[in-house]
C-alpha cells in the first residue's frame, strides 16, 4: 500500500465511497417466538426497508450455512425491543427471506434504535466480533452502507494527504453498498440488488475535468465503478446496473480494489477490466501466493497502461 | 464566507448553556443542527423550540465520553442531517464539584474529565474529518477555556485537560493545512451557565456573559475562518489563522476592530 503513490501520477482522479457501514444486523422474535436475524439492504422510504432473514444461530456459523428463517407471512411483525419492531410488508419474488419491512419508528427515532440494537454485519472467518469502529473507513460519512466499502480499509491520511500533495485529487461519492452473500441461492446469484448512489458536483466536475485533461479516473471499490458507470448513464437515486464482460466502460480507467472468489459479482465487475485470461491468472498467482482474501484482506490495482 | 443555509451542525453538549445557544442561532440561520446530550427530557426541549422557531433540529442520546458512542452520534448525525460542515465540541465535565485541588483530586474523576473534554472531541474529530476533508469543506470549534492556559488552583483537571485539547487543535490544524478543513479553539470566557453555577456558586449572575451573545460571536468566527471554495489554502492574515485560540471577550465583529488572531 504505501507504494500506491509511485503508481498514480498528478492529474490522476480517486474516487473514493465515503459511505459509513451503519449497524445493518438486528435479531428479534416472530410472532411464534422464533429466533430471527434480520440484515438490512436498502432504505426504500421513510420507515421501510428492504431486508435479508436468517434463521437461528449466529455469525461464527458461515451465512451459506445458517438455518433458514421461519416462514414470515405479510403483516406479521418481528419483535427487536420493547418498542422496536418490524412489519413485513411483503416479500420478493426472488426469494421469501428477501422481505420489505416497515419498522413502527421513523427520523431520529428509528435511527437511535438502529444504533441501539444493531450490530455491523459479521463475517464467520473473523475470530473475533467486528466492532463499529472496525468497520469504518477514514472518510465514512452518511450511513448508507450495509457492509463496509472495503478496498478503501488500508488506506490511512499519510497515504491519501502524500497523494494530494503529489497532485491526485481525492473525492467521494456515496453508494449505499448492499450485502455480499445472504445465504439464500437466490438472492445471491441477483446480487447486486439496486443500490442507492450520490455523487456530490465537486466529483462529478472533477471526473468531468480529468477526463478532458488526459488524466485517469481510478475508482476506490467495485461500488465507486458502478455509482460512476450509472451516472454516465443518466440521472438517478437507485441503480441496477450490472457490469461484466463487454460492458464497455464510460468513466472510470482504473481500480483499486480487494480479491474477489469467481462466485462474487464483484468478480464479474472485474472482468469489465480484464480479460478472462489475464484475470484467472491473476487469480491463480493470488492462491498460489497465499493472498488474502476478503474484506480485511490484500488489494489490487488495475490500472490502464 | 460561509452560508450556514442548509449547512450540518454537529453540537456536542447541545442541550443547554452555550451548545443550546448555538443550536438557536445556527438553526435560525437555516443550519441544520444535531445535538448530543445525555439527558433526553432537556435534549428534547431544545430540539422542540428550534422547531417551533421554524428551524430543523435533531437529538442523539448519548455520552461523548463513552468510546462506544461515537460512530453512533457521527453515523445519526450525518443520517439525519447530512454529511457533517460544522463540528462543535462543546461539551465538557469539571469534573467533581466544589472543585478539588489536585492532591484531593481521585484518579478516576481525572480519566473521566480526559475521556469527556479531551478524548471524545478527538475521537468525534477523527469520525467527521475525513469526509470534510473530502468535501473540501468543514470547521472544527473545540470550545476551550481560560483555565486551560491560566493555572488556577483547584482547576486542575478541568485545566489541563482543556490545555490537551487546545494542543490537539493546534496539531491537527497544522496536519490538515493545506486542506480547506479550518480548526479553532475559543474561549468563551465566564458566562451565565449551570457549569458557571456549579463551579463558581457565588457569582454574580448580572456579572456574566450571555451565552447568546458568544453564540453570536462564535457563529462570526467560523464565516472568518471558513476557507470553502478557496483555492489558495495557505494561511494568511487576511482570515484566522488555522488552528487560533480566539478569546470572544477580545473579539470583535469585524465592523467593530478586524479579527483578532494568534496561532
Known amino acids: 500500500m504505501e507504494h500506491l503513490p509511485d503508481h498514480l501520477r498528478s492529474g490522476d482522479l480517486l474516487v473514493v465511497n465515503d459511505a459509513a457501514t451503519l449497524p445493518a444486523s438486528l435479531r428479534g422474535r416472530d410472532g411464534k417466538n422464533n429466533q430471527v436475524e434480520i440484515r438490512l439492504m436498502a432504505q426504500l422510504d421513510e420507515r421501510v426497508w428492504q431486508a435479508v432473514a436468517l434463521g437461528a444461530g449466529d455469525w461464527r456459523t458461515p451465512t451459506e450455512n445458517r438455518p433458514a428463517p421461519p416462514r414470515l407471512r405479510k403483516d406479521e411483525e418481528i419483535q427487536i425491543a420493547a418498542n422496536f419492531r418490524a412489519r413485513v410488508r411483503g416479500e420478493d419474488r426472488l426469494s421469501g427471506r428477501l422481505l420489505d419491512l416497515e419498522f413502527n419508528l421513523s427520523g431520529e427515532e428509528l435511527w437511535r434504535n438502529l444504533y441501539q440494537y444493531g450490530k455491523p454485519v459479521q463475517y464467520s472467518y473473523l475470530d473475533d466480533e467486528l466492532k463499529l469502529w472496525s468497520a469504518q473507513n477514514i472518510y465514512s460519512s452518511r450511513p448508507w452502507a450495509v457492509e463496509m466499502p472495503s478496498a478503501g480499509h488500508a488506506l490511512s491520511w499519510r497515504l491519501l494527504l502524500k497523494l494530494i500533495r503529489k497532485g491526485v485529487q481525492i473525492v467521494p461519492l456515496t453508494h449505499g453498498a448492499g450485502l455480499s452473500s445472504t445465504g439464500d441461492i437466490n438472492i445471491d446469484r441477483a446480487l447486486p440488488l439496486a443500490e442507492k448512489f450520490e455523487i456530490p458536483p465537486i466529483t462529478m466536475e472533477a471526473v468531468r475535468r480529468t477526463r478532458a485533461s488526459g488524466g485517469r479516473v481510478i475508482a476506490v471499490g467495485t461500488s ?13 437515486r437507485f441503480t441496477s446496473l450490472k457490469l461484466g464482460p463487454g460492458y464497455e466502460r464510460k468513466t472510470v480507467d482504473g481500480l483499486l480494489t480487494g480479491t474477489h472468489d469467481v462466485s462474487e459479482s464483484h468478480y464479474q465487475l472485474l472482468r469489465a477490466f480484464l480479460p478472462e485470461n489475464i484475470l484467472a491468472g491473476v487469480s491463480r498467482h493470488l492462491e498460489e501466493q497465499d493472498y488474502l482474501t476478503h474484506e480485511f484482506g490484500d488489494l489490487c490495482l488495475i490500472l490502464p497502461v | 464566507m460561509l452560508d450556514f443555509n442548509g449547512k450540518s451542525a454537529l453540537i456536542t453538549g447541545g442541550s443547554r448553556g452555550l451548545g443550546g445557544a448555538l443550536a438557536l442561532r445556527l438553526s435560525a440561520e437555516g443550519a441544520k443542527v444535531v445535538l448530543v446530550a445525555r439527558h433526553k427530557a432537556e435534549l428534547d426541549e431544545v430540539v422542540s423550540e428550534v422547531r417551533k422557531n421554524g428551524g430543523t433540529a435533531f437529538g442523539v442520546v448519548a455520552d461523548v465520553g463513552d468510546k462506544e458512542s461515537v460512530y453512533p452520534i457521527a453515523g445519526q448525525a450525518a443520517a439525519l442531517a447530512g454529511p457533517i460542515d460544522i463540528l462543535i465540541n462543546n461539551a465538557s465535565t469539571l469534573g467533581p464539584v466544589p472543585l478539588r485541588l489536585i492532591p484531593d483530586t481521585d484518579c478516576e474523576d481525572f480519566e473521566r474529565a480526559l475521556q469527556v473534554n479531551t478524548i471524545g472531541p478527538f475521537r468525534l474529530i477523527k469520525a467527521v474529518v475525513g469526509s470534510m476533508v473530502l468535501r473540501q469543506t468543514g470547521v472544527i ?5 481560560d483555565a486551560a492556559v491560566e493555572p488556577y488552583p483547584s482547576w486542575g483537571v478541568y485545566g489541563a485537560s482543556k490545555a490537551a485539547l487546545d494542543h490537539l487543535t493546534r496539531i491537527a490544524a497544522l496536519e490538515l493545512d493545506d486542506t480547506s478543513v479550518r480548526f479553532l479553539s475559543v474561549d468563551p470566557g ?46 494568511q492574515s487576511s482570515w484566522i489563522a488555522n488552528g487560533s485560540r480566539l478569546i470572544a471577550s477580545e473579539w470583535r465583529m469585524p465592523y467593530e476592530s478586524g479579527a483578532r488572531a494568534s496561532r
Open chain 2, 141 to 145: 470549534v473545540n470550545i476551550s477555556s
Open chain 2, 190 to 235: 465566564e458566562m451565565n451557565t449551570r457549569m458557571h453555577a456549579d463551579a463558581m456558586p457565588d457569582a454574580d449572575p448580572a456579572s456574566l456573559q450571555d451565552p447568546a451573545v458568544i453564540a453570536e460571536k462564535i457563529m462570526m468566527m467560523i464565516q472568518q475562518s471558513d476557507r470553502t471554495g478557496q483555492s489558495d489554502q495557505s494561511s
Open chain 1, 224 to 236: 465507486v465503478v458502478r455509482a460512476l458507470e450509472s451516472a454516465s448513464l443518466g440521472p438517478g
